[in-house]
Each structure stands twice: as C-alpha cells, then as structure tokens.
C-alpha cells in the first residue's frame, strides 16, 4: 500500500530503529482485509504493542462493519502508534486520541 510521506517521516522520528521494518510492513500490504490484519499484527510485534484493537464509528458501515479504525494499542490513548483507517483505506502513524479529537 502506499503511505504519505508525512506518516513516513512521523515514523522515522518515532521510532528510528524499528522505522524501516514498519514502513516496509505497509509498503507490502496488498490492501486486502485479511494483509492489512496481517500487517496491523505484524507491526503490534515490531512495536511490543498490546495488540490489534478497533474503534467503532455508529455513523459509518463497511467490509469492517462499523469499525472506523484498527490500531496497535500502545497502552495509552495518546502514545503514538500505526493505525488503519477503514473508511480512507489508508494507514496513519499518530495517536488514536488524535484521530478521535479530530474527527469531532
């Protein structure tokens, strides 16, 4: 999949040693449901996260029923981290609070 360069550099400021591995995680995402759950738990291990989690969104439906978004739970709600947004079909790299605070 392709990801922004702005998300590129965001992971390369966060996490220097772990960047290349999760940019080419995404890079190689086919953009089919099951890679991008793939790739989501691939990066939760790259970043000793604490798993794949969802937000759902009651105003949107999709392939991923009302799920907006699937991160990697970082342990805290504003800890940066990968996140897929089903409704854009796009990975961001920034805090889901951030995602969240935005969208309202």
């Avoid at 995680?25 to 790739?39: A, P, Q, R, V």
């Avoid at 392939?63 to 961001?92: C, K």
Wanted: net charge negative; hydrophobic share 40%; glycine share 6%.
């Amino acid at each position: 999949m392709r990801i922004k360069k702005s998300e590129v550099q965001y992971i390369n400021a966060t996490w220097p040693e772990k960047a290349k591995s999760i940019v080419a995680l995404i890079k190689d995402c086919d953009g089919s449901h099951e890679e991008i759950d793939n790739t989501l738990e691939a990066i939760n291990e790259v970043l000793s996260g604490f798993g794949v989690e969802a937000i759902n969104d009651n105003d949107f439906y999709g392939y991923y029923a009302d799920i907006s978004l699937l991160y990697v739970n970082m342990g805290d709600t504003y800890t940066p981290t990968i996140i897929y947004d089903t409704r854009n079909d796009e990975f961001l790299a920034c805090s889901w609070g951030d995602v969240v605070e935005m969208a309202q």
